[in-house]
């Protein structure tokens, strides 16, 4: 019997480490069938007055190194025409939306599951199914004030992994706590959803209509051309 126990035991570590192995082997995005084709849009071509603060085109990072070659953010078209209504709408509140982070090549979510610690994973996608920016519908993003051009108070930073990042987390300030949720409403009121994990990270609605991507931001320029 305690024979057969460690045998069991070997095999659920060898499962284990085979999985995790095919997830560091994997070279290439998983396939997936009847998915609409790609329209990726830069989103300053929709509107200028976003502001756009693409830290993974820096160091300053929880990589630690620029990981894309260009500071560029892109998303299918329905979602961004959406992104740019809820923009819109902010001024009103003389508000505006700064861009963290759009569509992101397949390759890119692989990078950052490989270097993230186990438990933080919850915070960053496995590229075994691919992520939501890998299909070019979710957005990270903040607000700014349009006459000082600084962000707005939040409970954290961009790519906080602690749980303070939660769009529930009860112990922020009521500044922090009036700013978040006011994104979270206008953002929803377009179609998108807050990702549970992380106040600043947002899906659009039919994201599971569109493939995982791993297009280089100058290949996309290339297609629009």
């Given at each position: ?13 060898w499962?284990?480490l ?10 290439a ?8 084709e790609?329209d990726?849009?830069e ?7 976003l502001?756009?603060?693409i ?24 979602a ?9 709408k ?11 982070d ?6 890119v ?15 960053v996608?496995n ?6 920016h ?5 957005v ?8 000082t051009?600084?962000?707005v ?18 112990g922020?300030?009521?500044t922090?706590k ?5 994104l979270?409403?206008?953002?929803e ?7 549970r ?8 609605k039919?994201w599971e209509?569109?493939a995982i ?11 629009s051309?």
């Open positions: 019997m305690k024979r057969r126990f460690l045998t069991i035991g070997a095999r659920i570590v499962i284990l085979a999985a995790s192995f095919c997830v560091s082997a994997q070279s995005p998983p396939k997936e069938e009847n998915k609409r790609a990726l849009v989103l300053i071509t929709l509107d200028k007055t502001k756009l603060d830290r993974y085109a820096r160091t300053d990072n929880f990589v630690g190194k620029a990981v894309y070659a260009e500071a560029r953010a892109f998303m299918q078209r329905p961004a025409e959406a992104l740019v209504k809820v923009h819109q902010l001024k009103k509140r003389n508000l505006g939306l700064v861009i963290f759009g569509y992101r090549p397949w390759s979510t692989k990078l950052f599951w490989e270097v993230t610690p186990e438990d933080k994973r919850k915070f996608a590229p075994k199914v691919g992520s939501r890998n299909r070019g519908c979710a990270d993003l903040s607000m700014f004030d349009l006459k051009g600084k962000l108070e939040m409970p954290t930073d961009f790519d906080d992994f602690t749980d303070k990042a939660s769009p529930n987390y009860d922020a300030s009521k922090q009036k700013n978040r949720d006011l979270r409403r206008m953002m009121a377009e179609g998108y959803i807050v990702n994990n992380e106040w600043w990270h947002f899906d659009y039919d209509n569109y991507y791993d297009i280089a931001f100058s290949e996309v320029k290339a297609e051309d």
